[in-house]
């Protein structure tokens, strides 16, 4: 039995409703990942893109193939900066070296 649409009722609820900017709408849970050209994470990590292509090869930082393409997921660009980010040091009171 066919709906007004074309399909029947449980060919409608087993797809999700897209959004025009492409997230499925009615599912707050499973937000999809942010996926970023090369090119873009080469930006926020101010670097060149062949960097960023160099990190990928080499496992450093984590890739998503699409057919041909590469993106770098926005999270694993901002683990990769906390992983690789040197906390500062406590200041520490300055030393008078008398008599030297």
Same mark, same amino acid.
């Given at each position: =039995?066919? @709906?007004?649409? *074309? *399909?029947?009722?449980?060919?409608?609820?087993s797809?999700?409703?897209?959004?025009?900017?492409?997230?499925?709408?009615?599912? +707050?849970?499973?937000? +999809?990942p942010?996926?970023?050209?090369?090119?873009?994470?080469?930006?926020?990590?101010?670097?060149? +893109?062949?960097?960023?292509?160099?990190? =990928?090869?080499?496992?450093?930082?984590?890739?998503? /193939?699409? @057919?041909?393409?590469?993106?770098?997921?926005?999270?694993?660009?901002?683990?990769?900066?906390?992983?690789?980010?040197?906390?500062?040091?406590? /200041?520490?009171? %300055?030393?008078?070296? %008398? *008599?030297?």
């Amino acid at each position: =039995m066919s @709906g007004a649409h *074309g *399909g029947s009722a449980a060919s409608r609820l087993s797809r999700p409703q897209v959004h025009p900017q492409g997230h499925a709408v009615g599912a +707050p849970e499973r937000i +999809p990942p942010r996926l970023l050209t090369p090119e873009q994470a080469a930006e926020i990590l101010a670097v060149r +893109p062949v960097t960023v292509r160099s990190w =990928m090869a080499d496992g450093r930082l984590p890739r998503v /193939k699409i @057919g041909r393409s590469v993106r770098v997921p926005l999270a694993a660009v901002t683990d990769f900066i906390v992983a690789n980010t040197t906390p500062a040091l406590p /200041k520490v009171a %300055e030393v008078r070296h %008398e *008599g030297l």
